[in-house]
Protein backbone atom coordinates (compact mmCIF):
# COMPACT_ATOMS: atom_id res chain seq x y z
CA UNK A 1 0.00 0.00 0.00
CA UNK A 2 2.98 2.21 0.63
CA UNK A 3 5.47 1.50 -2.01
CA UNK A 4 3.34 0.45 -4.75
CA UNK A 5 0.93 3.49 -5.82
CA UNK A 6 4.71 5.11 -5.28
CA UNK A 7 6.68 3.47 -8.03
CA UNK A 8 3.16 3.30 -10.08
CA UNK A 9 2.36 7.03 -10.29
CA UNK A 10 6.31 7.53 -11.18
CA UNK A 11 6.26 4.45 -14.04
CA UNK A 12 3.21 5.92 -15.04
CA UNK A 13 4.34 9.86 -15.15
CA UNK A 14 7.50 8.15 -16.80
CA UNK A 15 5.61 6.50 -19.52
CA UNK A 16 1.37 6.38 -20.32
CA UNK A 17 -1.17 5.27 -18.59
CA UNK A 18 -2.00 2.67 -21.06
CA UNK A 19 2.31 1.42 -21.07
CA UNK A 20 2.07 1.63 -17.39
CA UNK A 21 -0.81 -0.63 -17.16
CA UNK A 22 0.86 -3.51 -19.71
CA UNK A 23 3.73 -3.09 -17.00
CA UNK A 24 1.64 -4.08 -14.04
CA UNK A 25 -0.34 -6.73 -15.96
CA UNK A 26 3.21 -8.16 -16.54
CA UNK A 27 4.65 -7.61 -13.26
CA UNK A 28 1.52 -9.08 -11.55
CA UNK A 29 1.79 -12.34 -13.69
CA UNK A 30 5.39 -12.29 -13.68
CA UNK A 31 5.30 -12.50 -9.43
CA UNK A 32 1.95 -14.46 -8.76
CA UNK A 33 2.05 -17.39 -11.10
CA UNK A 34 5.42 -18.89 -9.67
CA UNK A 35 4.18 -18.16 -6.12
CA UNK A 36 1.04 -20.32 -6.82
CA UNK A 37 2.53 -23.00 -8.82
CA UNK A 38 5.48 -23.72 -6.64
CA UNK A 39 4.85 -22.14 -2.85
CA UNK A 40 1.23 -22.22 -2.36
CA UNK A 41 0.44 -25.49 0.19
CA UNK A 42 -2.11 -27.89 0.38
CA UNK A 43 -4.52 -26.19 3.10
CA UNK A 44 -6.51 -29.66 2.92
CA UNK A 45 -6.73 -32.84 1.25
CA UNK A 46 -10.51 -33.14 -0.10
CA UNK A 47 -10.17 -36.38 -2.51
CA UNK A 48 -10.87 -35.30 -5.81
CA UNK A 49 -14.06 -37.05 -6.33
CA UNK A 50 -15.49 -35.80 -3.37
CA UNK A 51 -14.37 -32.12 -4.84
CA UNK A 52 -16.07 -33.00 -7.93
CA UNK A 53 -19.34 -32.99 -5.83
CA UNK A 54 -19.18 -29.75 -4.37
CA UNK A 55 -22.10 -28.00 -5.80
CA UNK A 56 -23.34 -24.31 -5.81
CA UNK A 57 -26.51 -25.43 -3.78
CA UNK A 58 -24.15 -26.67 -1.03
CA UNK A 59 -23.70 -22.75 -0.21
CA UNK A 60 -27.35 -22.26 1.33
CA UNK A 61 -27.36 -25.43 3.34
CA UNK A 62 -24.25 -24.13 4.99
CA UNK A 63 -25.31 -20.65 5.71
CA UNK A 64 -28.63 -21.58 7.07
CA UNK A 65 -27.56 -24.33 9.37
CA UNK A 66 -24.59 -22.13 10.47
CA UNK A 67 -25.88 -19.24 12.94
CA UNK A 68 -21.69 -18.24 13.59
CA UNK A 69 -20.94 -18.09 9.67
CA UNK A 70 -24.23 -15.59 9.08
CA UNK A 71 -23.11 -13.57 11.47
CA UNK A 72 -19.78 -13.52 10.39
CA UNK A 73 -21.01 -12.22 6.81
CA UNK A 74 -23.30 -9.84 8.55
CA UNK A 75 -20.81 -8.21 10.07
CA UNK A 76 -18.61 -8.34 7.17
CA UNK A 77 -21.68 -6.69 5.05
CA UNK A 78 -21.98 -4.09 7.49
CA UNK A 79 -18.14 -3.24 7.61
CA UNK A 80 -17.16 -3.09 3.97
CA UNK A 81 -20.75 -0.61 3.38
CA UNK A 82 -19.18 1.96 6.01
CA UNK A 83 -15.92 1.53 4.85
CA UNK A 84 -17.04 1.89 0.90
CA UNK A 85 -18.99 4.92 2.17
CA UNK A 86 -16.63 6.60 3.84
CA UNK A 87 -13.73 6.11 1.70
CA UNK A 88 -15.02 7.08 -1.68
CA UNK A 89 -15.51 10.45 -0.78
CA UNK A 90 -12.30 11.18 1.76
CA UNK A 91 -9.62 9.69 -0.79
CA UNK A 92 -11.64 10.46 -4.06
CA UNK A 93 -13.24 14.48 -2.38
CA UNK A 94 -11.42 15.59 0.76
CA UNK A 95 -7.60 14.90 0.53
CA UNK A 96 -7.47 15.46 -3.18
CA UNK A 97 -9.07 19.22 -1.94
CA UNK A 98 -6.62 19.23 0.91
CA UNK A 99 -3.89 18.15 -0.64
CA UNK A 100 -1.35 21.14 -2.37
CA UNK A 101 1.65 18.84 -4.07
CA UNK A 102 2.22 15.05 -4.77
CA UNK A 103 3.98 14.45 -2.07
CA UNK A 104 0.77 14.73 0.43
CA UNK A 105 -0.32 11.45 -1.25
CA UNK A 106 2.87 9.68 -0.06
CA UNK A 107 2.14 11.19 3.88
CA UNK A 108 -1.06 9.02 3.30
CA UNK A 109 0.06 5.98 2.79
CA UNK A 110 3.10 6.44 4.87
CA UNK A 111 0.27 7.10 8.02
CA UNK A 112 -1.80 3.59 7.03
CA UNK A 113 1.02 2.08 6.73
CA UNK A 114 2.76 3.17 10.34
CA UNK A 115 -0.63 2.83 11.58
CA UNK A 116 -1.34 -0.75 10.57
CA UNK A 117 2.19 -1.47 11.92
CA UNK A 118 1.48 -0.04 15.12
CA UNK A 119 -1.63 -2.10 15.89
CA UNK A 120 -0.45 -5.33 14.48
CA UNK A 121 3.41 -5.33 16.52
CA UNK A 122 2.52 -2.84 19.74
CA UNK A 123 -0.82 -2.11 20.35
CA UNK A 124 -2.55 -5.92 19.78
CA UNK A 125 -0.23 -8.27 21.65
CA UNK A 126 -1.08 -5.97 24.45
CA UNK A 127 -4.84 -5.48 24.34
CA UNK A 128 -5.69 -9.41 23.53
CA UNK A 129 -3.84 -10.79 26.41
CA UNK A 130 -6.94 -9.03 28.19
CA UNK A 131 -9.44 -8.37 26.13
CA UNK A 132 -12.07 -11.17 24.35
CA UNK A 133 -12.05 -11.18 20.65
CA UNK A 134 -15.82 -9.37 20.95
CA UNK A 135 -14.63 -6.40 23.27
CA UNK A 136 -12.21 -5.75 20.27
CA UNK A 137 -14.77 -5.83 18.17
CA UNK A 138 -16.99 -3.33 19.96
CA UNK A 139 -13.78 -1.34 20.74
CA UNK A 140 -12.76 -1.02 17.10
CA UNK A 141 -16.43 0.17 15.74
CA UNK A 142 -16.05 2.82 18.82
CA UNK A 143 -12.92 3.73 17.04
CA UNK A 144 -14.52 3.43 13.68
CA UNK A 145 -17.70 6.09 14.46
CA UNK A 146 -15.78 8.38 15.47
CA UNK A 147 -13.47 8.60 12.93
CA UNK A 148 -16.30 8.30 10.15
CA UNK A 149 -18.13 11.24 12.22
CA UNK A 150 -15.02 13.33 12.71
CA UNK A 151 -14.27 13.02 8.80
CA UNK A 152 -18.03 14.88 8.07
CA UNK A 153 -16.37 18.27 10.06
CA UNK A 154 -12.85 17.68 8.80
CA UNK A 155 -11.13 21.14 7.63
CA UNK A 156 -7.74 20.79 7.16
CA UNK A 157 -5.25 18.05 5.50
CA UNK A 158 -3.40 17.21 8.96
CA UNK A 159 -6.71 16.83 10.61
CA UNK A 160 -8.02 14.08 7.65
CA UNK A 161 -4.09 12.52 8.48
CA UNK A 162 -5.37 12.12 11.93
CA UNK A 163 -8.97 10.21 10.94
CA UNK A 164 -6.99 8.17 8.69
CA UNK A 165 -5.04 6.39 11.09
CA UNK A 166 -7.35 5.82 13.81
CA UNK A 167 -9.77 4.27 10.63
CA UNK A 168 -7.08 2.11 9.39
CA UNK A 169 -6.17 0.88 12.28
CA UNK A 170 -9.99 0.09 13.31
CA UNK A 171 -10.79 -1.59 10.20
CA UNK A 172 -7.74 -3.69 10.08
CA UNK A 173 -9.26 -5.16 13.93
CA UNK A 174 -12.89 -5.19 12.87
CA UNK A 175 -11.89 -6.98 9.78
CA UNK A 176 -9.62 -9.42 10.83
CA UNK A 177 -11.91 -10.46 13.45
CA UNK A 178 -15.00 -11.10 11.01
CA UNK A 179 -12.11 -12.94 8.99
CA UNK A 180 -11.41 -15.36 11.66
CA UNK A 181 -15.13 -15.77 12.43
CA UNK A 182 -15.86 -16.78 8.86
CA UNK A 183 -13.20 -19.13 8.91
CA UNK A 184 -13.31 -20.57 12.06
CA UNK A 185 -17.03 -20.82 11.68
CA UNK A 186 -16.65 -23.98 9.07
CA UNK A 187 -14.54 -27.18 8.97
CA UNK A 188 -11.87 -26.92 7.34
CA UNK A 189 -12.83 -28.47 4.25
CA UNK A 190 -15.51 -25.89 3.89
CA UNK A 191 -12.75 -23.01 4.20
CA UNK A 192 -12.91 -22.33 0.47
CA UNK A 193 -16.73 -21.74 0.40
CA UNK A 194 -16.76 -19.70 3.61
CA UNK A 195 -14.05 -17.25 2.29
CA UNK A 196 -16.07 -17.71 -1.20
CA UNK A 197 -19.44 -16.32 0.09
CA UNK A 198 -16.78 -13.43 1.95
CA UNK A 199 -15.61 -12.12 -1.33
CA UNK A 200 -19.03 -12.16 -2.52
CA UNK A 201 -20.50 -10.36 -0.12
CA UNK A 202 -17.71 -8.27 0.10
CA UNK A 203 -17.97 -7.22 -4.22
CA UNK A 204 -21.71 -6.90 -3.92
CA UNK A 205 -20.95 -4.48 -1.30
CA UNK A 206 -18.61 -2.64 -3.37
CA UNK A 207 -20.85 -2.61 -6.17
CA UNK A 208 -24.09 -1.44 -4.80
CA UNK A 209 -22.73 1.23 -2.13
CA UNK A 210 -21.04 3.36 -4.51
CA UNK A 211 -24.36 3.62 -6.25
CA UNK A 212 -25.66 4.85 -3.16
CA UNK A 213 -23.03 7.02 -1.63
CA UNK A 214 -22.89 8.83 -5.62
CA UNK A 215 -26.85 9.87 -4.59
CA UNK A 216 -25.96 11.45 -1.83
CA UNK A 217 -23.12 13.81 -3.20
CA UNK A 218 -25.34 14.53 -5.92
CA UNK A 219 -28.46 15.22 -4.29
CA UNK A 220 -27.79 16.19 -0.57
CA UNK A 221 -24.00 16.47 0.57
CA UNK A 222 -21.24 14.54 1.18
CA UNK A 223 -21.68 14.36 4.62
CA UNK A 224 -24.37 12.16 4.21
CA UNK A 225 -21.85 9.82 2.98
CA UNK A 226 -19.68 9.50 6.67
CA UNK A 227 -23.36 10.06 8.19
CA UNK A 228 -23.96 6.68 6.97
CA UNK A 229 -21.22 5.42 8.05
CA UNK A 230 -21.38 6.11 11.00
CA UNK A 231 -24.59 5.35 11.84
CA UNK A 232 -23.82 1.80 10.31
CA UNK A 233 -21.44 1.49 12.93
CA UNK A 234 -24.02 2.03 15.30
CA UNK A 235 -25.88 -0.50 13.88
CA UNK A 236 -23.29 -3.22 14.25
CA UNK A 237 -22.08 -2.05 17.58
CA UNK A 238 -25.59 -2.74 19.29
CA UNK A 239 -25.89 -5.82 17.19
CA UNK A 240 -22.16 -7.15 18.73
CA UNK A 241 -23.55 -5.94 22.04
CA UNK A 242 -27.27 -7.23 21.99
CA UNK A 243 -26.94 -10.77 19.68
CA UNK A 244 -22.82 -11.17 19.15
CA UNK A 245 -21.37 -14.61 20.76
CA UNK A 246 -18.43 -14.86 22.93
CA UNK A 247 -16.49 -17.81 21.02
CA UNK A 248 -13.26 -18.65 23.66
CA UNK A 249 -11.60 -20.65 21.04
CA UNK A 250 -10.89 -17.73 18.97
CA UNK A 251 -9.48 -15.38 21.77
CA UNK A 252 -6.03 -14.82 20.65
CA UNK A 253 -6.31 -15.30 17.17
CA UNK A 254 -7.82 -11.93 16.15
CA UNK A 255 -4.80 -10.85 13.95
CA UNK A 256 -3.15 -13.66 11.52
CA UNK A 257 -0.21 -15.18 13.00
CA UNK A 258 3.41 -14.60 10.97
CA UNK A 259 4.09 -18.04 11.52
CA UNK A 260 3.17 -21.30 9.36
CA UNK A 261 0.09 -23.24 10.36
CA UNK A 262 0.79 -26.94 9.67
CA UNK A 263 -2.60 -29.03 9.06
Not at 2 to 24: E, H, M, N, Y
Not at 228 to 239: D, E, N, R, W
Amino acid sequence: MFFGPIVGSKVAAWTSLRTSQFIVGFVLAGTMIPVVMFLLPTTHSIPRLASARLRPQDYWHMISKNSALKEGLLIRALLISAYVCYEMISRNFLLRNFMHNTNESAYVLLTMSASLLAVQFIVMPIVQRTASPKRLLQVSLVALFGSYLAAAFANSFEQMLMITAVQTAAYAVAYAESSTQITTAVELTDLGKATGLASMVQWLTHFILPIYASQLVEHLHYTFAFYTSALLSVFLFAYISVYGKETPNRSGTLLPSLSATNY
